[in-house]
């Protein structure tokens, strides 16, 4: 399938639900993706392809849908997995970054020890909605003296700011295979 076909199928298996988790809010559900096998092979494979070539140290994936592709998309890379929780989850040593939601504000969360200095990560969400949650699991990353090497979403909800508050924060572009 050419990067056209896999939108086209893909975009079939993501769910609108209108006024979740609040009113004006179209949540973007993976649920029906997550069923099937095969797309979840084509979406880990394709983000694995587009990230073999570049040097990842870690893959770090926020709670709590960025785990489930995140954790396959580091053992595609062979490399480790990184989790990001909402505060108060995590039980060792943590940093903390607090920021503005799409819909409300949050905290989340990273043991200390979860990065060696100078580490290359690959940080991955199932959404990039305002970039609020990703610039936030950057900053962590960067304050433990890491490096944010790229961003990986399944989708890119382009009318949102996302995509130009990464590359003005961190000078990435982030790679997403479905734009809405
Ligand atoms: P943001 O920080 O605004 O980029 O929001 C991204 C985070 O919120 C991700 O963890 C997404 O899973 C979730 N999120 C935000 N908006 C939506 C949406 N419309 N549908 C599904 N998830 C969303």
Known sequence: MNDTAHQQYLVKLLRDVPDFPQPGIIF????PLLANPRAVQIVVSEIVRHFK??????????EARGFILGAMIAQG?????VPIRKAGKLPFHKLTEEYALEYGRAAIEMHTDALPKGARVLIHDDVL??????????NLVN??????AGYSFVI???????????????????????KV
């Open 28 to 31: 973007k559900d993976i649920t």
């Open 129 to 138: 909605a305002t970039g609020g949650t990703a610039t936030a699991a950057g």
């Open 77 to 81: 890379l062979n490399v480790p997995f």
């Open 156 to 178: 890119n909800l382009s009318f949102l700011a996302g995509e130009k508050n990464l590359r003005s924060s961190f000078l990435i572009d982030p790679h997403y295979l479905v």
């Open 143 to 148: 304050r433990l003296g890491a490096v944010v």
């Open 53 to 62: 070539d570049l040097r990842i140290d870690a893959v770090a994936a926020v």
